[in-house]
């Protein structure tokens, strides 16, 4: 097995664009951003920690927030690098390196237990007060869950993958 550290550090822009996926919610809505470490030697490899959310969207925008911001930039960079590669044939140094990045990015998609958690505590409690926002994420919540658990098997991975390369192959 390879140690988390070393994925991280291997596919460190995803580590980054993750937090700022937390960061650039918290600042859209209004949330005070306490400490933020974009990337660090160390278990987690980047954090946000901020201040208590006013409302449920909220809550929801800045814990989903990778999910949302790491697969839209997977797919807004690997897309137009498969385009040459696959269909033209061009195979540039360049198309690798981007590729690398794009699933680097997306790997790192899942927003973590942690946040799982928080998100999976506050959509109960919305969605008993009927809150369809909130009843329409509890399964997303399991979702993220369940990635977390098979990130083991490299689901992480393979999500990577499918929205850089997958994606992308199913439009050309």
């Not at 911001?69 to 198309?95: A, D």
């Not at 109960?124 to 909130?134: H, I, S, T, V």
């Amino acid at each position: 097995m390879i140690p988390g550290f070393l994925i991280a550090w291997l596919t460190f822009p995803g580590v980054i664009v993750h937090e700022m996926g937390h960061f650039l919610f918290c600042r859209l809505r209004g949330v005070p951003v306490l400490e933020v470490r974009f990337l660090r030697l160390g278990n987690p490899a980047g954090y946000v920690i901020h201040g208590p959310t006013a409302n449920f969207t909220t809550t929801f925008l800045v814990c989903a927030g990778p999910l949302l911001v790491n697969t839209l930039l997977c797919l807004l960079i690997c897309l137009p690098t498969y385009l040459p590669m696959e269909v033209f044939g061009i195979k540039h140094p360049f198309s690798y390196l981007l590729l690398w990045l794009g699933v680097s990015i997306g790997m790192h998609a899942f927003p973590s237990t942690q946040d799982a958690g928080n998100l999976w505590r506050a959509a109960r409690q919305e969605a008993a007060r009927y809150n369809l926002l909130a009843i329409l994420s509890l399964p997303l919540v399991v979702l993220i869950f369940v990635a977390n658990v098979l990130s083991f098997v490299w689901f992480d991975y393979l999500y990577g993958v499918a929205i850089g390369i997958g994606v992308p192959s199913l439009m050309f």
